[in-house]
């Protein structure tokens, strides 16, 4: 199977504390791995690392078969990674369609042709991935009117326009009521199953991780806890008291990961 | 009803602009478009095109420079040294339009060098950066010795065709709006504004942020670079103090705040606003010593009031006539108003005082 990402050793350091610690990650083409872990065990920071918007001390980053360890956000972009952000990030003042205008695939757009209008073939791609993520009713309305679970909606359609072979979720959940989680979930296996796109992604909700993904990685204290399929993943001694402490907690674990 | 409203407001805009256009070509063939008028006019226009130039780093891509006036004052003190036989360094008097062209160059460069330096710094930081880099270069060419005559001034030889430079100064602020009204519909004019709203999504979605904004930022000290020159022209004498002068900075910034900031039309709205009222209060025998407070006044006004300015005015009515509508379909079903929280807000609001009564 096609390695699509490949994190080989990655650390991470602000002066005196390690956020993130020799890990290893990777992530097959097609495949939706789920990274999780208690808060602060570098998860968000090990997204940032991995899109570059944070360098890294020590290690390598294979994308698509090309080392991106030194490379800027920008292209990283352009070889096929994209993300959304635990904190929303989308263009408030400007419409949803224009939202996803914005995130075309800068990588195939030259100097030159960026001084030409937006092409009808990318309105026309913009709309119908809003119309694939259920928003055509807010096509036109400015980002900032739109719930929370809306925006996260429009940040996944913004994280796709870009055509990505790898999106990487940072809690696309949070903040998201019932309905739309699962009208989230309903699209993200759609993209991943139809056109084989690959997701790693951030969740603090289990149910969520175990219905999506076939591989855990577990994270605590910046180090690799375990890995594996979720089943196991929640039955690991280790992985419980990092939850739950020594005692063990017991009972139903799945509310409380 | 929104789009019918924003058409009409639209075409009144267009038809004044028109009228207004028509108008500025037209005076010098009239007794009243004397040297003197052409004179302030063309110092108006340069005004505006400083303010169009500073709205695309300010108003666009969310930059604001304080220290745009440098450009000018470099822009200015480059065709100064060419065309003055006073710098020792240069003392053969070049033609207008080469020096014209060299200064703008040149002014091109240092501030592709200077972007490259604050570019990189964000809100406040790149703002004090440029304000230091503005009173460095002053000073520099205070002491440059033989190349700027030492600070004592420079004199252009006064060969000016007044309605023709007029017409010229017109022309090219004509182009200026039409450049800024064309590169805010391309994709490059688009990443500008993906970078104001949003500038690690902007990165991290493909936008090579550090390129475009040092390109938007040399473009526009290259624009402010140009009209330095030709007001040197116009003013045949130039020294450091009136060619780096801070209140060109305050007034590009004031004009486009006031008309709209990250807006075409707002910095044209403006600064012609703005020339008019200091106009107006100049004239007015009792404000001769109080006008520049009423003016600091309105900046102040402006930012706390109408931080969208007049253009922000303009949208807001076309807004307040949408926000009645909303309001009155919630009788015939709540969808239009769904997305709107102030709407909400109020309608919460309004119920409880009437539950209090």
Known sequence: ?257 | MKSTTKRVLQGVGLGLGCLLLVGLLVLPLFERGNDSTLFTLTLLLASIGTAISWNLTGGFTGYVDFGHAVWFGIGAYTTGVLMSNESDWIPQQWPLVPALIVSAIFTALVANLVGRLTMRLSGPYFSIAMLGFFVFFREVVRVMGGLTNRGVGLTIEPVINRPLWYYVTLIFVLVLVYLSWWLRRTRFGASLIAIREDEIGAEMRGIDTTRNKVMIFTLSGAITGLLGAMWAYQNTFLDPDIAFVEVRTIDAVMGTMLGGLGTVAGPIIGMAFLFVLRELLWTQESLLQTHLIVQGLLLGAVVIYLPKGLMGLVRGEVKLLDRFRKRTSTFEGMEAAVLDDEVLDEAAGELETEVSR
């Not at chain 1, 400015?142 to 055509?163: F, K, V």
């Not at chain 1, 219905?211 to 280790?238: S, W």
Request: aromatic content about 6%.
């Open chain 1, 1 to 257: 199977m096609t390695r699509v990402l490949e994190a080989t050793g990655i650390v991470r350091r602000f002066g005196g504390l390690t956020a993130v610690n020799n890990v290893d990650i990777h992530v097959d083409a097609g495949e939706m791995v789920g990274l999780i872990g208690p808060n602060g065990s570098g998860k968000t920071t090990l997204f940032d690392c991995l899109s570059r918007v944070q360098t890294i001390d020590e290690g390598t980053i294979v994308l698509n078969q090309t080392d991106i360890s030194r490379m800027k956000p920008h292209q990283v972009a352009h070889i096929g990674l994209s993300r959304t952000f635990q904190v929303l990030r989308v263009y408030r003042d400007l419409t949803v369609v224009e939202n996803m205008e914005l995130s075309v695939q800068w990588g195939d757009i030259s100097l030159l042709s960026s001084f030409r209008r937006p092409d009808k073939e990318t309105t026309k791609r913009a709309n119908h991935l809003i119309d694939f993520l259920l928003l055509s009713r807010l096509r036109n309305e400015r980002a900032s009117s739109l719930s929370g679970g809306q925006r996260r909606l429009l940040e996944l359609g913004m994280a796709l326009m870009s055509e990505p072979n790898i999106v990487l979720l940072d809690e696309a959940m949070s903040g998201v009521n019932p309905s739309l989680v699962e009208q989230i979930k309903e699209r993200i296996t759609i993209l991943n199953q139809e056109q084989g796109v690959s997701f790693l992604l951030v969740e603090h909700d289990i149910r969520f991780v175990k219905d999506l993904c076939e591989r855990v990685v577990v994270l605590n204290y910046g180090e690799k806890l375990a890995e594996g399929a979720p089943d196991a993943i929640m039955e690991n001694d280790a992985v419980i008291e990092a939850y739950f402490g020594d005692d063990g907690g017991g009972g139903e674990h799945d509310a409380d990961f």
